[in-house]
């Protein structure tokens, strides 16, 4: 399921709006991203059994057009612990960003999260299209399902709704805010709402990044088939991330 928790720099790498001062920048633009996490947390819920991940990817943009690709990978534990096979998440995606006014910034696009040999009854495999908005440092951004979601059986057109904002405090230090619903069609019970709050510090060699992230999920529905804890519950994320 992908990203976010790794940080929220890495995240507004994929999804932040698209820079009204982009005829500084070249036309052709290539990026990439590393980084370790100490638990991947993805809409509210553990990827890796509240544990850590390696994390990475790399990004295309094309000034002039606003038009991007890229790649992200992480390292997970859910896909292994439901019955099935895999370590791995890799997320493909290519978008549009641009601005409609100044300071008012649009970004559509479409990811496929893919889990290599997940092996599950229901694949994990999920492709999602979104559109987000955002004015200044709040953003709204809504996300809908052309397959099924998750593994999650008869799941498709199940939709995610993330609004937030990232505010910039101090030089180098970012107020990362979110709330989030996850609607998952015909199966309601899995439908649930998370919450973060947060810090980015960029210390110019690395950015650091923590935050507090809790779900209302089902502690019943959310439970690692591992071990039985709940991988929605209140804890405290750290990540240290690079870009370059």
Known sequence: MKKIIMAAAISTVFFAGYASAEDTKPEHEVSYNAAVTSDYRYRGISQTRLQAALQGGADYTHNRSGFYVGAWASTIKWTKDAGGG???EIDL???KRGEIAKDFNYDVGVLSYVYPSNGLAVSA????IYGQVSYGPAYA??????TNLFGFADSKNSGYLDLGANV???S???LNLHAGRQQVKNNGA???TDWKLGLTKDFGIVTGAVA???????????ASPANGKFLGKTALVVSVSKTF
């Open 172 to 174: 180098g230090l970012t």
């Open 93 to 95: 995606y290519a978008g």
């Open 125 to 128: 495999n999920t492709t999602e």
């Open 190 to 192: 899995f439908s649930y």
């Open 141 to 146: 951004k809504y996300s809908h399902s052309v």
């Open 212 to 222: 507090v992230i809790g779900t209302n999920a089902g502690e019943v529905a959310y």
């Open 168 to 170: 910039e405090i101090s």
């Open 86 to 88: 895999g370590d791995v």
